[in-house]
């Protein structure tokens, strides 16, 4: 499920609704966010506890990033624990550590998006330093939870040789080894004009699968348990 707003503005972002939905005022859009309480969204998700028994799955909470609405997250996990559903919380890591220490404790899987391993071009890309997230990251280290990182590619921005082999050298002082190289794609582009926005990945071509292909066994000589996508 998708939570709207988000503390960050990737360029890349194929979900600009969640940081132009609400305010922008863009009627239309607007509409699209639908108001959820707790009981209302438990009546949603027991509708598919068979075919989680059978996939193996659960609810993954997306965005968007949603952490900004942590207390209704946390109130939502502690329900699906109650009723013992694998709950995945998929976080940008740019919230207040509390936060991340309460989806820790009640969530069953973090999924921790990390876009640049370097300061400056995580500002110029994302809006935001990445102090906050890689201190984040450091504190789910010492925290009794699945985490899996994933790494969105974006060409020109955060594939270089020397970008990726510092990300390698953080990761493997953590204990984190699932990691999912998630390539760049264009779904998002044709939304950003229509809220007004500027798409600042014009002309940018995903990479070529080799060229994923290639990061991703870059990961796994390194150590860990690498994927392309989720
Ligand atoms: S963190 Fe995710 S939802 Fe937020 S702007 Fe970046 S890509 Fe979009």
Redesign the pocket.
């Known amino acids: 499920m998708f939570f709207t707003n988000?503390?960050?503005?990737?360029a890349?972002?194929?979900?600009?609704e969640?940081?132009a939905l609400c305010g922008s005022g863009h009627e239309d859009e607007e509409k699209k966010v639908r108001m959820v309480t707790i009981r209302g969204l438990l009546k949603e998700v027991e509708r598919d506890v068979a075919y989680y028994d059978r996939s193996g799955g659960g609810v993954t909470l997306s965005?968007?990033?949603p952490l900004v609405q942590a207390r209704f997250v946390e109130r939502f996990l502690t329900a699906c624990r109650k009723r013992d559903l694998h709950a995945a919380v998929d976080t940008?890591g740019?919230v207040p550590v509390e936060f991340i220490e309460m989806a820790a404790e009640l969530g069953d899987l973090i999924l921790y998006?990390l876009?640049s391993i370097d300061d400056g071009i995580h500002r110029e890309w994302?809006g935001k330093g990445n102090g906050l997230i890689l201190g984040n990251l450091e504190r789910l280290n010492e925290l009794d939870v699945d985490v899996w990182i994933r790494l969105?590619m974006i060409p020109g921005v955060n594939d270089d040789a020397e970008t990726l082999e510092k990300t390698v050298r953080f990761l493997r002082k953590t204990r984190f080894r699932r990691v999912s190289v998630l390539p760049y794609h264009r779904i998002g582009e044709g939304k950003y004009a229509g809220f007004g926005l500027d798409y600042r990945l014009v002309g940018v071509d995903p990479h070529p699968p080799e060229r994923i292909t290639e990061i991703r066994r870059m990961f796994a000589d390194a150590g860990f348990d690498s994927h392309v996508g989720s």
Not at 12 to 16: D, L, Q, R, T, V
């Open positions: 988000c503390p960050l503005r990737c890349w972002c194929h979900n600009p969640a940081f965005g968007g990033e940008s740019a998006d876009k994302t969105p």
